[in-house]
C-alpha cells in the first residue's frame, strides 16, 4: 500500500439496501411502520408488567428488560436509516459510524445475555419450582441483569476502540444500512488481524457461552418434564417456556441466516437484507410471541385495558360532573348521572356514589 492511500476520514457513504430510487418509499413506509409498531409493542409490555402485581416475578422482570433491549436495538439503527432515505442523504460521520457500532454491539450482546438468563430462570422454575423463590430471589435477579450489562457494556467498548485503531481509504462506501462491526473491519485498508482475532475470540466467548447455558438449560428442562407421568403437567411445564424458547430460536436462527447467507455469497445487499431479519423484525415480533403464547400476558394486557379505559371514564365523568357543580345547572347533573351507568357498562355503585360525593363535596362558583 503507497503512502497517503489511507488516512482517518471523517465520513462514510451507507449504500443501504437498494440503489433503486422507485423502491425508497416502499421501504420508508415498512420500516417506519415495523419501527411504530415495535415501540408500540415492547412499551405495552413494559406497562403491562409493571402495573400489574401479578407480574412482579423474576421472568417478568427479565422480559421486560428485553422488550426495553428491543427498543433501544431499533432505535440505533432504524431511525437513521429513515432519515437518510426522507433526505436522500446516505453520509454518516465517523464519530456517528463508531456510536452506531458500540450501541448495537452493546444492546445485540445484552439481549443474548439476557435470553440465557432467561433459560436459567426456566431452567430453576421447572426443575426446582419448591426453591424458586429461593433460589431466584430480587438480588440474584439484579446481579444477573447487571453483571450482564456489564459484560455487554465491556465487550461493546473493546470492540468499538479496536475500530478506532484503524485506518480507511478515502470515500469508504458501507454496503449496509447501517455501520456493522464486521463490514467495518473488512473495508479497513490496515492491517486487521488483530481485530479478526478479538472479535472471533469474543464472538466464541461471548455468543457462544450464552448459547451453551441455554442449550444446557433446556436439556434439563426437556428431561424433567419427560419424567412427568400426566400428559397435562407435560403440557403445563412446558408452556412455561414455549414463549422463550420461540425467541430464543427467532433470536439465533436469523442471526445465523445473516452470518451463512455473508459467507455462502458475496453479494453485500443479500447480507444487508439478511441483516434486517435480527436487528429489524425479531424486536418487533418479540411482544407478539409473548402476548400470543403467554397466558398470564394476555390476562395481565386485558385488565390493563380495562384499567386504562376505567380510568378514562371516570375522568371524564368527573370534568363533566365539576362542571355542573361549579355553573350550577341541575339539569346537566342530573343528566350525567343518569347517564352514568349507561356509559361506562360495567361501573359499579361505589364508583356512582364516589362521583356523587366528588360533586357534593365541591363548592359552587
Same mark, same amino acid.
Given at each position: 500500500?503507497?503512502?497517503?492511500?489511507?488516512?482517518?476520514?471523517?465520513?462514510?457513504?451507507?449504500?443501504?439496501?437498494? #440503489? =433503486?430510487?422507485?423502491?425508497?418509499?416502499?421501504?420508508?413506509?415498512?420500516?417506519?411502520?415495523?419501527?411504530l409498531?415495535?415501540?408500540?409493542?415492547?412499551?405495552?409490555?413494559?406497562?403491562?408488567?409493571?402495573?400489574?402485581?401479578?407480574?412482579?416475578?423474576?421472568?417478568?422482570l427479565?422480559?421486560?428488560?428485553?422488550?426495553?433491549?428491543?427498543?433501544?436495538?431499533?432505535?440505533?439503527?432504524?431511525?437513521?436509516?429513515?432519515?437518510?432515505?426522507?433526505?436522500?442523504?446516505?453520509?454518516?460521520?465517523?464519530?456517528?459510524?463508531?456510536s452506531?457500532?458500540?450501541?448495537?454491539?452493546?444492546?445485540?450482546?445484552w439481549?443474548?445475555?439476557?435470553?440465557?438468563?432467561?433459560?436459567?430462570?426456566?431452567y430453576?422454575?421447572?426443575?426446582?419450582?419448591?426453591?424458586?423463590?429461593?433460589?431466584m #430471589?430480587?438480588?440474584?435477579?439484579?446481579?444477573?441483569?447487571?453483571?450482564?450489562?456489564?459484560?455487554?457494556?465491556?465487550?461493546?467498548?473493546?470492540?468499538?476502540?479496536?475500530?478506532?485503531?484503524?485506518?480507511?481509504?478515502?470515500?469508504?462506501?458501507?454496503?449496509?444500512?447501517f455501520?456493522?462491526?464486521?463490514?467495518?473491519?473488512?473495508?479497513?485498508?490496515?492491517?486487521?488481524?488483530? #481485530?479478526?482475532?478479538?472479535?472471533?475470540?469474543?464472538?466464541?466467548?461471548?455468543?457462544?457461552?450464552?448459547?451453551?447455558?441455554?442449550?444446557?438449560?433446556?436439556?434439563?428442562?426437556i428431561?424433567?418434564?419427560?419424567?412427568i407421568?400426566?400428559?397435562?403437567? =407435560?403440557?403445563k411445564?412446558?408452556?412455561?417456556?414455549?414463549?422463550?424458547?420461540?425467541?430464543?430460536?427467532?433470536?439465533?436462527?436469523?442471526?445465523?441466516?445473516?452470518?451463512?447467507?455473508?459467507?455462502?455469497?458475496?453479494?453485500?445487499?443479500?447480507?444487508?437484507?439478511?441483516?434486517?431479519?435480527?436487528?429489524?423484525?425479531?424486536?418487533?415480533?418479540?411482544?407478539?410471541?409473548?402476548?400470543?403464547?403467554?397466558?398470564?400476558? =394476555?390476562?395481565?394486557?386485558?385488565?390493563?385495558?380495562?384499567?386504562?379505559?376505567?380510568k378514562?371514564?371516570?375522568?371524564?365523568?368527573?370534568r #363533566?360532573?365539576?362542571?355542573?357543580?361549579?355553573?350550577?345547572?341541575?339539569?346537566?347533573?342530573? =343528566?350525567?348521572?343518569?347517564?352514568?351507568?349507561?356509559?361506562?357498562g360495567?361501573?359499579?355503585?361505589?364508583?356512582?356514589?364516589?362521583?356523587?360525593?366528588?360533586v357534593?363535596?365541591?363548592?359552587?362558583?
Open positions: 500500500m503507497g503512502p497517503g492511500n489511507d488516512t482517518q476520514i471523517s465520513r462514510f457513504l451507507l449504500l443501504g439496501l437498494t #440503489n =433503486k430510487p422507485e423502491l425508497q418509499p416502499l421501504i420508508f413506509g415498512l420500516f417506519l411502520s415495523i419501527y409498531t415495535t415501540v408500540f409493542g415492547n412499551i405495552l409490555i413494559i406497562l403491562t408488567v409493571s402495573s400489574d402485581s401479578h407480574l412482579h416475578t423474576p421472568m417478568y427479565f422480559l421486560s428488560n428485553l422488550s426495553f433491549l428491543d427498543i433501544c436495538v431499533t432505535s440505533t439503527i432504524v431511525p437513521k436509516m429513515l432519515v437518510h432515505i426522507q433526505t436522500q442523504n446516505n453520509i454518516i460521520t465517523y464519530t456517528g459510524c463508531i452506531q457500532i458500540f450501541l448495537s454491539t452493546l444492546f445485540a450482546g439481549d443474548d445475555f439476557l435470553l440465557a438468563v432467561m433459560a436459567y430462570d426456566r430453576v422454575a421447572i426443575c426446582h419450582p419448591l426453591h424458586y423463590t429461593v433460589i #430471589n430480587p438480588q440474584l435477579c439484579g446481579l444477573l441483569v447487571l453483571v450482564s450489562w456489564i459484560m455487554s457494556v465491556l465487550n461493546s467498548l473493546l470492540q468499538s476502540l479496536m475500530i478506532l485503531r484503524l485506518s480507511f481509504c478515502r470515500e469508504v462506501e458501507i454496503p449496509h444500512f455501520c456493522e462491526l464486521h463490514q467495518m473491519i473488512q473495508l479497513a485498508c490496515s492491517d486487521t488481524f488483530l #481485530n479478526d482475532t478479538v472479535l472471533y475470540v469474543s464472538t466464541v466467548l461471548l455468543a457462544g457461552g450464552p448459547l451453551a447455558g441455554i442449550l444446557y438449560s433446556y436439556s434439563k428442562i428431561f424433567s418434564i419427560h419424567r407421568s400426566s400428559a397435562q403437567g =407435560k403440557y411445564a412446558f408452556s412455561t417456556c414455549a414463549s422463550h424458547l420461540s425467541v430464543v430460536s427467532l433470536f439465533y436462527c436469523t442471526v445465523l441466516g445473516v452470518y451463512l447467507s455473508s459467507a455462502a455469497t458475496q453479494n453485500y445487499q443479500t447480507s444487508a437484507v439478511a441483516s434486517v431479519m435480527y436487528t429489524v423484525v425479531t424486536p418487533m415480533l418479540n411482544p407478539f410471541i409473548y402476548s400470543l403464547r403467554n397466558r398470564d400476558i =394476555k390476562r395481565a394486557l386485558m385488565r390493563f385495558f380495562r384499567r386504562t379505559a376505567l378514562g371514564t371516570l375522568s371524564w365523568y368527573q #363533566n360532573a365539576l362542571d355542573c357543580k361549579a355553573q350550577s345547572h341541575l339539569f346537566c347533573m342530573g =343528566k350525567c348521572f343518569c347517564d352514568l351507568p349507561l356509559r361506562t360495567h361501573l359499579d355503585l361505589h364508583v356512582h356514589s364516589w362521583l356523587r360525593n366528588v357534593r363535596e365541591t363548592p359552587a362558583m
